[in-house]
């Protein structure tokens, strides 16, 4: 029988809100009056979150020459922009923690994740994309429907990932066949009902099939290219056994030269590790 994708996600919400810290804080940057005290305070509530962010402020990643030691001159440092992607990140991670590692290495997972996320990034950055930090986020949370599925439909994951050994296909076919919808549209019904910008839900619900995106292509496309990418380099795993299936009008659309790719792995090999330090610990 097929899954309610719909009601999936209700579920998941029950025990998955968003952190409030993570929604506190990016409705705070929007807010031009906002000051860094009033970031400082929002941090401070989670205080796990708060050693972390001076952790990546005293990190490489910033190269500052002296000790930070205060939230606010952390938050300077790293700049409001990227603070909210990392806030968001570390908490979405660490809502996460828990899912059955019998099923899926989360470790793995995560760093699978990562890898999309940084590509993104740097592939949003080569285009002179605005914001560029919202396709970190978009890569980061691309594949969170399979999360989902593992937490509210374990029987089915397991499935899934049977009939992918057996009949060696991607998870998103299996998953359509096996549940009736596929993690991608779960991951961005979620987003959708956590309030993420529109281009993130687009992204995430896109990111295997970017050519019928009923809105904007780029960003579904960078997903689905920095997913390939990754999965080619064998950053982490998602579960997936095969690189997922290049879509030329994604890379069309993305007008970048074929040449861009080795500058983007370099960089990539770079910021990656840092990303990991920073998001996983
Ligand atoms: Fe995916
Ligand atoms: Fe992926």
Known sequence: MALDAERIVT????????????MKFSEAIKDPLTSNQDL???????????????????SALFNFP??????????????????SEIVLSCSIVAMFKDVPQDVINMELFWRHSIAVATTARILAASRR?????????????????????????????????NQCVEKKELMHKVEKEVLGFDHAKL?????????LPEGIVSSVYYHHMPSVSSGDIVGPSIIHIADIITHALQFGSSGENFVPI??????????????????VIEQLNVQYNEAVKYILG
Do not use: C, R
């Open 11 to 22: 579920n998941v919400l029950k025990v998955a809100a968003l952190p409030a810290v993570a």
């Open 129 to 161: 994309e605005q914001n560029i930090e919202k396709y970190f986020t978009a890569g980061l949370l691309h594949d969170i429907g399979k999360l989902i599925i593992f937490i509210e439909a374990p029987k089915y994951a397991v499935e899934v990932i």
């Open 246 to 263: 290049f879509n030329e009008k994604a890379w069309k659309s993305l007008d970048l030269d074929i040449e861009i790719l080795g500058p």
């Open 187 to 195: 991951g961005g019904l979620l987003l959708k009902k956590w309030k």
């Open 40 to 58: 400082e305070n929002i941090v401070s509530e989670d205080s796990a979150l708060a050693a972390k962010v001076l952790m990546i402020a005293n």
């Open 66 to 83: 002296s000790k930070i030691d205060t939230i606010s001159k952390a938050i300077t440092i790293i700049g409001h922009k990227q603070l």
